[in-house]
């Protein structure tokens, strides 16, 4: 029985969801629902940016030196890798659309493998300032010789539990990144390969831009 | 190919715009510093959001989608701190 999207779209009832009178509404259903999703998150991560502004307004003194205990270079290496991973994963689309499989497998790995690199690098982060007690976190002891400890301390509150939530992002991306290269080897369904790689892109952009954010809010916001 | 090229030049101005963040680290901080930090960091997400999530050429629904959640990001941002800087005047700490 030929549903309504086949009879408009005779041959195509394979590819088109019978919701969709064509692929390119399917498209955009497919776009603005991710950008629902997005915006879901960008609550999420905007609660706990406002919930540090407030505080980086309020104990601005104490915060601005707390900031300085954060290790700049990394942090500036890590924004620039993530960078580099937002620009593979940006390039996934247009390698798609010539239909290169090698391009686009060799993009997901870069993106992934650049993912990787980054929460390595946020892991021996973590490692320095748990080691040097300014870890507030699961129990361990928060041992601060600046101005204002327990002010100093809020900050290491802010920054674990944003830069940790947005390391789960990543785990999450890189998982969906590991998925995509397995789909992309085997090349079943070309077309509908290439819209989940479309969202993919989008969702590992997002994490790209909330980085693009925290880099500053927290490390750059030293004196 | 002019899609990639594009990519990759907007990827050189996020590097250049981060190298300026970190150079501003150098003088001392003052709200102007502070604005500065923030202004590099939106222009770099506006990129991001335009050229990278490709909502420059996204359907006008998608674009709508994006725009509502910015709005009430902005509507989180907004009324809080607007609190916030209210708070001292006539009322208790």
Same mark, same amino acid.
């Given at each position: 029985?030929?549903?309504?999207?086949?009879?408009?779209?005779?041959?195509?009832?394979?590819?088109?969801?019978?919701?969709?009178?064509?692929?390119?509404?399917?498209?955009?259903?497919?776009?603005?629902?991710?950008?629902?999703?997005?915006?879901?998150?960008?609550?999420?991560?905007?609660?706990?940016?406002?919930?540090?502004?407030?505080?980086?307004?309020?104990?601005?003194?104490?915060?601005?030196?707390?900031?300085?205990?954060?290790?700049?270079?990394?942090?500036?290496?890590?924004?620039?890798?993530?960078?580099?991973?937002?620009?593979?994963?940006?390039?996934?689309?247009?390698?798609?659309?010539?239909?290169?499989?090698?391009?686009?497998?060799?993009?997901?790995?870069?993106?992934?493998?650049?993912?990787?690199?980054?929460?390595?690098?946020?892991?021996?982060?973590?490692?320095?300032?748990?080691?040097?007690?300014?870890?507030?976190?699961?129990?361990?002891?928060?041992?601060?010789?600046?101005?204002?400890?327990?002010?100093?301390?809020?900050?290491?509150?802010?920054?674990?539990?944003?830069?940790?939530?947005?390391?789960?992002?990543?785990?999450?991306?890189?998982?969906?990144?590991?998925?995509?290269?397995?789909?992309?080897?085997?090349?079943?369904?070309?077309?509908?390969?290439?819209?989940?790689?479309?969202?993919?892109?989008?969702?590992?952009?997002?994490?790209?831009?909330?980085?693009?954010?925290?880099?500053?809010?927290?490390?750059?916001?030293?004196? | 190919?002019?899609?990639?090229? $594009?990519?990759?030049? /907007?990827? #050189? %101005?996020?590097?250049? *715009?981060?190298?300026?963040?970190?150079?501003?680290?150098?003088? +001392? @901080?003052?709200?102007?510093?502070?604005?500065?930090?923030?202004?590099?960091?939106?222009? $770099?997400?506006?990129? /991001?959001? #335009? %050229?990278?999530?490709? *909502?420059?050429?996204?359907?006008?629904?998608?674009?709508?989608? +994006? @725009?509502?959640?910015?709005?009430?990001?902005?509507?989180?941002?907004?009324?809080?701190?607007?609190?916030?800087?209210?708070?001292?005047?006539?009322?208790?700490?």
């Amino acid at each position: 029985m030929p549903t309504g999207t086949e009879r408009r779209n005779p041959g195509t009832a394979a590819a088109v969801a019978e919701q969709f009178e064509d692929i390119g509404q399917q498209r955009r259903a497919d776009w603005a629902g991710m950008w629902v999703f997005l915006a879901t998150e960008m609550l999420l991560f905007g609660g706990l940016f406002a919930g540090y502004a407030v505080y980086r307004v309020e104990y601005a003194a104490a915060f601005a030196a707390a900031a300085t205990r954060l290790d700049l270079a990394l942090g500036a290496i890590n924004t620039g890798l993530l960078l580099t991973s937002g620009l593979a994963m940006a390039m996934v689309e247009p390698a798609m659309a010539r239909g290169s499989r090698r391009a686009v497998v060799g993009l997901l790995v870069a993106a992934a493998a650049l993912g990787i690199a980054f929460l390595g690098i946020k892991g021996v982060e973590y490692h320095h300032e748990i080691s040097k007690s300014l870890a507030p976190i699961a129990g361990l002891e928060f041992r601060y010789d600046g101005p204002q400890p327990a002010h100093a301390q809020m900050f290491f509150n802010f920054y674990f539990a944003m830069t940790g939530l947005h390391a789960l992002h990543m785990l999450a991306g890189i998982g969906a990144i590991g998925v995509m290269v397995a789909l992309t080897l085997r090349w079943r369904e070309p077309a509908r390969l290439g819209r989940q790689l479309g969202l993919v892109a989008l969702y590992w952009a997002f994490v790209d831009a909330v980085w693009l954010l925290l880099f500053p809010a927290l490390y750059l916001l030293r004196g | 190919m002019r899609e990639t090229t $594009q990519c990759v030049a /907007v990827y #050189a %101005v996020l590097i250049v *715009l981060l190298l300026l963040s970190l150079a501003l680290t150098g003088l +001392a @901080l003052s709200p102007w510093r502070v604005a500065g930090h923030l202004a590099i960091a939106a222009i $770099q997400v506006a990129l /991001v959001f #335009a %050229v990278f999530m490709r *909502l420059r050429s996204a359907a006008i629904i998608v674009r709508v989608m +994006a @725009l509502g959640a910015t709005l009430w990001l902005m509507i989180l941002f907004g009324l809080t701190l607007l609190d916030y800087a209210h708070r001292g005047i006539g009322y208790p700490a």
